[in-house]
């Protein structure tokens, strides 16, 4: 299958930094990243749809102006959580698609990150 | 009600049998459907996909799809430890860009 990598692959930072988390696809062109966010034995919750080249698409209850995500490129997409917050914390998760891999979406192996 | 039905478990079973796992749904639109395992602490990793109705097997692994009756399955043979998991089912309409997930079933294989 597919490969999708991010980094990095755990952050601790301070209460009112920024973190940008990277999501790269290694083998494939990703038209599409997904980004998710995971709490502890709960499945995955959408947080935004990107398009290479677009803004990306937000689900309903996801601050934009906070989790921001950019898509520059067919191999990239980054996610920066401004000004964090203990709430904050939890596991990041990136999937991607791509015209070759059709309906199959590969999810990347996971950011924790941890505000204090 | 939920899109998608998964029993969360847990599930334990001993090592060598034969492990049932199932979803169901309610929009008959879906026409793609995966099941996607995850280790504690790992992204999720894609085990099956299927396209409309019918079965596929893979290894130890074999997806059902039974589109009537919106009811999936996935059945792992000779189950090992290693197999002990988190497995998600996940499904979209064609065009849609969005998948919908189970709950997720936590498995674990006793030795």
């Known amino acids: 299958g597919a490969v999708v990598s991010q980094h990095p692959s755990w952050v601790i930072c301070k209460s009112g930094t920024s973190v940008k988390i990277e999501c790269r696809s290694l083998d494939f062109q990703a038209t599409t990243m997904f980004w998710y966010r995971q709490f502890p034995k709960q499945s995955l919750m959408l947080m935004a749809t990107?398009?290479?080249?677009?803004?990306?698409?937000?689900e309903q209850g996801v601050e934009k102006d906070k989790f921001l995500i950019n898509h520059a490129s067919l191999t990239l997409s980054t996610l920066t959580v401004t000004s964090a917050h203990p709430e904050d914390s939890s596991f990041y998760i990136c999937?991607?698609?791509?015209?070759?891999?059709?309906?199959?979406?590969?999810f990347g192996p996971g950011t924790r990150l941890t505000v204090l | 009600q939920k899109e998608v039905e998964q029993d969360p478990g847990p599930l334990s079973v001993p090592e060598g049998a034969i492990v049932s796992l199932n979803c169901t749904y309610s929009?008959?639109?879906?026409?793609?459907f995966m099941w996607y395992r995850q280790y504690s602490r790992k992204g999720p990793e894609l085990l099956m996909y299927?396209?409309?109705?019918g079965n596929k097997e893979d290894g130890r692994f074999t997806a059902q799809v039974d589109k009537s009756s919106k009811y999936i399955s996935l059945f792992i043979r000779d189950s090992q430890p290693s197999d002990s998991a988190t497995y998600l089912c996940a499904m979209k309409g064609r065009g849609a860009q969005k998948l919908v997930f189970g709950q997720g079933t936590r498995l674990t294989i006793n030795p």
């Open positions: 990107s398009n290479e080249g677009s803004k990306a698409t937000y």
């Open positions: 299927t396209y409309s109705s």
């Open positions: 999937s991607a698609r791509g015209d070759t891999t059709l309906n199959e979406q590969f």
């Open positions: 929009n008959s639109a879906f026409q793609y």
